[in-house]
């Protein structure tokens, strides 16, 4: 065999592998952009926006309509750490989760999470953890050394006073080490709103560099061993520098391309939850089934949905389904993908089985964030001037440019080319996932937003 035949054969086995491990790895790459890029001191504090979000907040598939409080954790450097939260209140629903960097949840917190709303002192312990653990926590064991919160208060009404008020009830949320609980300190906090906080994963070189990192500081999984050895033929291994010659470079960027192609391939081609219906969530049954047990039987470990899922979201919900759902739809009423420079019409049924509220949020479909420049991204239940029609229905409409009169109930395409939608269902009803009740595709229509005829 030629030496040129020879180096074929091995830069053939670190691209078929970087794929696989790009796949398998883009949850935790997800989540190490996001601590890189909002929390790299790995400080304890609260980062949180103080009004509703703008597209400077280029992170996944964010929500526009609710208070976002989040926080970095490293309880393998810093011991058992407390995140302690307090009663709801009549205004007020705290609906969050506590995950490793997986993006596994940990818990659900809050009015549909284990306190029910009344409160309680969550305590994550780090991997293998055998000190003694005080009476009065809920007790979290994480096989991870990092982690995270992510915490939504939802709005009563879509109001500056009523965000104001949430706020407040957020301050009296508190993350400290163990350690310091017979006097705990104030979590400090960090208001990101006006800053550009952009998330989005890098299919370059630098989503190596993310990974490589993650491998650094975290312990590796029985479930992952076999990976171990496939990051270390692309040169990536625990204790050794990651220094990628010219072209390593060159396979790994164009490694890292391809398993990003082929997620968006499934995502595009996800099987629809109503039928004849484009609407669809973006995983199987296996993964929301294992997600919530961390992928425990034993059995099956689909972490191809896992990277389908966390290519273009973040967080983890163990009870997905009771406190929120979603739904997500790339394509209108002919299977046509959701063009920018078109008009739509989304007509949402009269009543929508939520005890909180619901909305529609639009995406850049290339990049899955808040279309850059836009000052409209939802269409929600608390909608100021939401117009709504005789029979209870809403149409919410869609495209370069608002409908007269209808103002309220549209949301701008912008600089985009094509957009994705995501309907959120907050307080989910038992009409939702037996599909009792179920969502129209969008259909076109024109500018004045009547029905097209083509």
């Known amino acids: 065999m030629t030496d040129v035949a020879e180096r074929d054969i091995a830069d053939r086995l670190v691209y078929r592998r970087a794929v696989e491990a790009a796949i398998w790895g883009m949850a935790a790459v997800n989540f190490e952009v996001m601590r890189s890029v909002m929390a790299p001191d790995r400080k304890i504090e609260f980062l949180y926006w103080s009004k ?36 709801a209140t009549d205004e007020h629903v705290l609906n969050g989760s506590l995950c490793n ?28 953890f055998d000190g003694a653990v005080p009476e009065g926590y809920l007790v979290l064991p994480s096989d991870t050394n990092q982690t995270y919160a992510l915490l939504r208060s939802v709005l009563p009404e879509a109001t500056q006073q009523a965000l104001d008020s949430g706020l407040e009830y957020c301050r009296g949320i508190r993350i400290y080490p163990l350690a310091d609980a017979d006097n ?15 998330t989005r994963i ?15 500081a975290e312990p590796w999984l029985p479930r992952d061993r076999a990976f171990a050895e496939m990051l270390a033929t692309i040169g990536i291994e625990r ?55 961390n992928f425990a039987d034993g059995q099956v470990y689909p972490y191809t949905d896992r990277a389908v899922v966390y290519h273009m979201a973040f967080i983890g919900l163990k009870r997905l389904g009771v406190g929120q759902f979603y739904l997500v739809n790339l394509r209108d009423a002919h299977g046509e993908i959701l063009r920018s420079d078109r008009t739509y019409r989304l007509r949402v049924p009269a009543g929508v089985p939520v005890s909180q509220y619901w909305s529609v ?50 949301v ?12 959120r269902f907050y307080g989910v009803g038992p009409g939702v996932l037996n599909k009792q009740w179920q969502l129209d595709d969008p259909v076109v229509v024109d500018a004045a937003g009547h029905t097209s005829t083509r």
């Not at 597209?55 to 011991?79: E, K, S, V």
């Not at 960097?101 to 994550?124: C, H, M, S, T």
């Not at 396979?251 to 996800?270: F, G, K, P, Q, T």
Request: glycine share 10%; aromatic share 12%.
């Open 52 to 87: 509703l979000l703008d597209w400077r907040n280029q992170t996944l598939t964010p929500n526009p309509d609710l208070i976002y409080y989040m926080a970095f954790m490293d309880p393998g450097r810093d011991g058992p750490i407390v995140v302690d939260i307090p009663p």
């Open 101 to 128: 960097i997986w993006q596994v949840p940990l818990e659900d917190v809050g009015k549909f999470g284990a306190d029910a709303g009344n409160g309680a002192r969550y305590l994550i312990l780090p991997p293998g």
């Open 184 to 198: 705990p300190p104030e979590t400090p906090r960090r208001d990101l709103f006006g800053e550009l906080v952009d």
């Open 202 to 216: 890098p299919y370059t070189l630098e989503f190596w560099k993310a990974l490589d990192r993650v491998v650094q």
């Open 239 to 293: 204790g050794t520098p990651f220094e990628p010659d010219a072209r390593r470079v060159e396979l790994l960027e164009e490694a890292v391309r391809e398993a990003h192609a082929s997620i968006r391939e499934i995502y595009r081609n996800d099987p629809p939850f109503y039928d004849g219906r484009h609407w669809f969530f973006p995983a199987g049954r296996d993964f929301t089934e294992g997600q919530s047990h």
């Open 361 to 410: 949020t639009m995406y850049d479909g290339e990049d899955h964030t808040l279309i850059r420049g836009n000052a409209t991204y939802s269409v929600s239940s608390q909608q100021p001037g939401l117009r709504v029609n005789e029979d209870g229905s809403v149409d919410v409409y869609l495209g370069p440019t608002a409908i007269p009169g209808m103002e309220a109930n549209c």
């Open 412 to 423: 701008g395409t912008g600089e985009s080319e094509t957009f994705e939608l995501m309907f």
